[in-house]
């Protein structure tokens, strides 16, 4: 079948600090190919509406699939499967990803029949599933693991059986050159994992995955790694090297195959002081920029969050990454309670360390904990402003003296980060990005202004709104049951976390059968 994967566009964060290529997409266009069929990718990230009915046009997808990682582009994706319905009737619009698989429903109802199917859950194991069927009964398409359609629902979604069969189909991408995090200009990225153990409230990740952690193998990583021809890499892991041995093992792979790369990583300050050694090793081997997500700085914000880590072992590790050379980012949740002095106290503390601080809005999300607890006091139900820079709960300040005082914090970053005094700590490398034709993080260092502004996002509240999100029961359940939200479910016995110290995951081992819980 010709089938067309459509990544939506950037959101209001990612015009400034990064581009990241749709890896996850890669990976289900490739799950497609390998299936045989004819597909073709977009990014519009990195292209125009005007690209997409373009294709549409030259093209004649059977099958167009959209992904939908960001709740703030549910608007966007239903009007392309209106618009899409309108020129071509008989294809079939699919929407899948993250997102998509908490708002299912409410995607086909505001959809009016554009949309034919949400599959919720993997894709890779779903997608190919789904395009044989089509050929074959297309009648037949509920009875796909995950897919929820307007007849009904069909059988849960299952996991890839490992995580090994599965390869990106970066070829297929056009203009790789305009994906970018900070100054990794141009930037690949990469999964060595999936899934994540710990529970924080505001997090969606560990109910999507049923809180189960798989690993690619060393062997297959240094693989994939190896034929990447970008210098700088993203590995997108939720949390980077729970398991210390998989992380060396993976190293010992980029050394016998004298890769040469740059890393950026996402881990956990209790990670990184338990596994000490091997964040030591990676640095050896290019490890040079990493996200730290404190999201607090205080016992109580942390205790909130449900970090399951001290406020000392979040400074400790600060102090360790320092030690080694690495550039930190952190990031702390902003509360709509903050008054002007909290506002201070985190600019007063983000002024007096070294690593950059983004400053981002408690913001709940479906999956989350924080969406079943505090979704009833939502100001605003317009998706388009649940991107963690708009305010949709109640908060303490009015609303425009909220939105002052947060760019006020946020702009900590630029005068510290961006701009000139930037352009002046990293002239090197940014005349060495312009002469190879990468202009992406220069371009950065002016685009704070333009994008973080308190009167542009006020006014996004005063948009029409097509398009609402659904709200949970009416009444606050008297227990939270996590797994009343899971994505994905098994058999297997799940162990809580049992103290900061004790982090308890579950692995295949690449090997496909059941996950079951290991002590990290």
């Not at 002095?341 to 002024?351: E, H, K, N, Q, S």
């Not at 709200?471 to 939270?480: C, I, N, S, T, V």
């Amino acid at each position: 079948m010709r089938f067309l994967a459509v990544h939506p566009s950037s959101l209001m964060y990612s015009k400034v600090f990064l581009r990241l290529e749709p890896l996850g997409l890669e990976l289900v266009v490739q799950a497609a190919r390998r299936a045989g069929h004819e597909v073709r990718l977009l990014d519009l990230q990195a292209a125009s509406h005007a690209d997409y009915f373009r294709i549409l046009h030259d093209f004649a997808p059977e099958v167009v699939a959209v992904s939908l990682n960001y709740l703030a582009n549910i608007p966007e994706i239903i009007d392309l499967a209106k618009a899409t319905k309108a020129k071509l009737p008989r294809t079939t619009f699919v929407v899948g990803g993250h997102s998509a698989s908490f708002t299912a429903a409410e995607i086909l109802e505001h959809a009016e029949g554009a949309v034919d199917v949400v599959l919720r859950g993997e894709g890779e194991a779903s997608l190919p599933l789904l395009l044989s069927i089509l050929e074959e009964d297309r009648s037949a398409i509920g009875s796909v693991p995950g897919a929820l359609t307007q007849a009904g629902e069909g059988p849960p979604p299952v996991f890839v059986k490992s995580l090994d069969d599965l390869s990106p189909a970066r070829d297929l991408l056009a203009n790789r050159r305009k994906y970018f995090l900070g100054v990794l200009d141009p930037c690949a990225s990469i999964e060595f994992t999936r899934g994540c153990p710990w529970d924080c409230s505001f997090c969606s990740a560990w109910t999507f995955y049923g809180r189960s952690y798989r690993t690619v193998s060393p062997e297959k990583a240094g693989e994939e790694l190896a034929s990447i021809r970008e210098s700088g890499v993203f590995i997108v892991d939720d949390v980077a090297f729970i398991q210390s041995k998989h992380g060396f093992a993976i190293g010992q792979e980029i050394e016998r195959r004298n890769l040469k790369k740059e890393f950026y990583l996402e881990t956990r300050g209790d990670v990184l002081l338990r596994n000490k050694d091997v964040f030591r090793y990676w640095k050896s081997l290019g490890l040079s920029y990493m996200f730290l997500g404190l999201e607090a700085i205080d016992a109580a914000g942390l205790e909130k969050y449900r970090k399951r880590v001290t406020l000392d072992q979040n400074l400790e590790a600060l102090e360790f990454a320092r030690s080694l050379g690495i550039i930190v980012a952190v990031n702390i949740i902003a509360d709509p309670d903050w008054d002007e002095g909290r506002f201070a106290v985190i600019r007063d503390w983000a002024l007096g360390i070294p690593e950059i601080v983004n400053v981002s809005v408690n913001t709940p999300y479906p999956g989350t904990e924080t969406w079943v607890t505090e979704s009833r006091k939502l100001t605003s139900r317009d998706y388009r402003l649940f991107d963690i820079q708009h305010a949709v709960l109640p908060t303490r300040l009015p609303l425009p003296q909220f939105y002052a005082e947060l760019v006020r914090t946020q702009q900590v970053l630029n005068r510290k980060h961006m701009g000139f005094g930037a352009l002046k700590d990293t002239a090197q490398i940014a005349v060495k990005r312009l002469l190879e034709g990468q202009a992406n993080f220069v371009k950065m260092l002016w685009k704070f202004n333009s994008v973080y502004n308190p009167k542009l996002q006020l006014a996004d509240h005063a948009q029409p709104v097509r398009y609402e999100m659904r709200l949970p029961a009416a009444e606050r359940p008297a227990k939270f049951d996590a797994r009343a939200l899971y994505v994905h479910r098994h058999s297997a016995r799940v162990r809580e976390v049992d103290a900061p110290t004790e982090v308890f995951v579950r692995e295949t081992g690449g090997r496909g059968e059941e996950p079951t819980p290991v002590s990290a």
